[in-house]
């Protein structure tokens, strides 16, 4: 069992920055590929980026590519993910998921998640 914890989340104006943190807990971290999704309000839960056990591969949906950067300690258990330029259309609760398949990035097989933080942007 993998416990995770979100946190950074908040309200931000557009243009700006947020840094969300995913502290994990229980098996080892860094048996995991990890990654971030997202789901606004009557819409699906949707991929933002992910990393692979090791952090050497990296992969970020084209819809946040260039602005957001996904990346891990495994020393200290923890996942982040730095979004910068900030857009309303960002506003939704980011999840954090860890994945079996840990040499992939695109975190296909999730198997524990997170609780969420919400992220708002005003425009």
């Known amino acids: 069992q993998v416990q995770l914890v979100e946190s950074g989340g908040g309200l931000v104006q557009a243009g700006g920055s947020l840094r969300l943190s995913c502290a994990a807990s229980g098996r080892t971290f860094s048996n995991y590929a990890m990654g971030w999704f997202r789901q606004a309000p009557g819409l699906e839960r949707d991929f933002v980026a992910g990393i692979t056990w090791s952090g050497a591969m990296t992969y970020h949906a084209d819809s946040v590519k260039g602005r957001f950067t996904i990346s891990r300690d495994n020393a200290k258990n923890t996942l982040y993910l730095q979004m910068n330029s900030l857009k309303p259309e960002d506003t939704a609760v980011y999840y954090c998921?860890?994945?079996?398949?840990?040499?992939?990035?695109?975190?296909?097989?999730?198997?524990?998640w997170g609780q969420g933080t919400q992220v708002t942007v005003s425009s």
């Open positions: 998921a860890a994945s079996t398949n840990a040499n992939s990035p695109r975190v296909s097989t999730t198997k524990y």
